[in-house]
């Protein structure tokens, strides 16, 4: 019997990027497929974004892993390479970087390379992450515009700290900010994530970088990517290993957390933060069986979680499957009731977890 299982659902991955093409129908797309592709498997999610320009990771080993699985596009190290030694593998493998501080420029005008490069200047605009500062715009642009090692197309992006929150001017500071900077050069400018592309037209520029979007998730603030016509792409399952009758007050689960005052019914899931279910999800969170909605009870441990089904359920058995998120659970419920994002539950997904690709 197969347990916990990711189901991916290829289908609504093509029309979350037919979606990102419909909010910003004038900007190419770089899709974002760092952390192993927000949890949903890095080398065939990327097979199946023919439509997108470019590809963006955080880390050299993920680019490495695309091109290792034959994929040809585009890669862009969204935080750049961390050595200088990384260089020689970005030429090699034709990644492009980032260029974020003085220390990436310095390696890179020093290397002893057979080719350009393509970079891409950060400007730190609000973020106060990574990225220069506007007021070395100047002088980065134009000691990458004279370095060899730096092909002479200098891509220019920022980043948005707040673009969530459409009542927070700081991302049309950002826009600004950035606008005046780069206004008249004559590059492709690049500053939207997800939020920025659903909620700020005006920062979609040339290049816009989708990540959570893709996968169907939100993320904006008490929003679920139904709302933007987005598709979850992951519908997360597991089965019902035991049901089983508990008397009022038998304290369930370690710690004895929790407690029924009336005798009700436990349906016991194979599911658990061994699985990269939250272990912090609140008494009640939703998970659903045939249809209907049950929340569940006591600790989630590392490898079941426990369901109050009430005594009058007599439908629930043994080997059927339960949906711990998808379609019509949406991730973003499930990431309120555990006090976190629907990024982090989609990241921690483990390899305990089997996944099955579906076109
Ligand atoms: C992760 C990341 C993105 C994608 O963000 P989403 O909110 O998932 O769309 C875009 N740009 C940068 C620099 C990132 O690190």
Known sequence: MRLATAEINLTALAHNLAQVKRFAPNSKIMAVLKANAYGHGLVTIAQHLNGADAFAVARIDEALALRAGGLTKPIVLLEGFFNKADLPILLANN???IIHDANQLAALENAKLDAPITCWLKVNTGMHRLGIA???FEEFYNRLQKTANAKNTINLMTHFSCADDVDNTKTVQQI??????VNGIDQAHCLSNSAGIIAWPTGHGDWVRPGLMLYGVSPM????????QLKPVMHLTTK??????VAAHEAVGYGG???SDKP???AVVAMGYGDGYPRHAKEGTPVMIAGQRYGIVGSVSMDMISIDIGLNEHNVKVGDSVTMWGPE????EIAQCADTIPYELLCNITPRVSYEYQP
């Open 329 to 332: 659970l949406p991730v973003e």
């Open 134 to 136: 506007p007021e070395q």
């Open 257 to 259: 957390r929790w407690q």
């Open 240 to 245: 019902v290993i035991a049901v089983r009758n």
């Open 176 to 181: 600004t900010l950035f606008d005046n900077l």
């Open 264 to 266: 009700t019914k436990l």
């Open 95 to 97: 990644f492009q970087t």
């Open 221 to 228: 603030a008490n929003k679920v990517g139904q709302q933007h």
